[in-house]
């Protein structure tokens, strides 16, 4: 018989990850250009693994951006089923709402970049320009949560 560390050593694993929505005055969507993937992402990433993911957002936001946010209420949920390629595991991924930034605080965003080539707020209209259709899909459904319920997302 298993004792509780071993039973728990057989448990499937998952990755976790977590974005944050932050938008300016203009409703546009922050997103950052990663120098390791061609497309943009939510300023955000994976969750250690001794931090809740709303822990993990904030961190990653101040990591990414230099700006210590208050991250707000979570938005979406998607599960990530395994590909078989580069995420064997799968992935629960979480955005939270970042808020909505004034110029000042925008003006002061500093990203690394050994990480970033650098962000952009962009339209959720123009989100297709920038990212693959998985992230659209995810940016646009927590855009969409804001006031509301929380999204929920299968595989598509």
């Known amino acids: 018989m298993l004792n509780r560390r071993e039973f728990l050593a057989t448990l499937p694993r998952r990755r976790l990850a977590a974005g944050a929505i932050i938008r300016d005055r203009s409703d546009r969507v922050c997103l950052v ?3 390791y993937r061609e497309h943009w992402l939510l300023p955000g990433g994976t969750v250690e693994a ?4 709303r822990s993990g957002c904030a961190r990653e936001v101040l990591e990414e951006l230099g700006l210590d946010l208050t991250i707000g209420a979570m938005l979406c949920m998607e599960w990530v089923a395994p590909d078989g390629t ?9 955005c939270y709402d970042g808020g909505v930034l004034d110029e000042s605080v925008i003006a002061s965003i500093v990203t690394p970049p050994d990480e970033l080539h650098g962000y952009r707020f962009v339209p959720v209209a123009e989100l297709g320009t920038y990212t693959n259709q998985r992230n659209r899909r995810r940016i ?4 969409a949560a804001i ?10």
């Open 140 to 143: 646009e459904a927590a855009v």
């Open 86 to 94: 580069d995420d064997p595991h799968g992935a629960l991924m979480f």
């Open 147 to 156: 006031g509301g319920p929380v999204a929920e997302l299968e595989p598509a």
């Open 33 to 35: 250009e990663p120098t």
């Open 50 to 53: 001794d931090e809740s993911p």
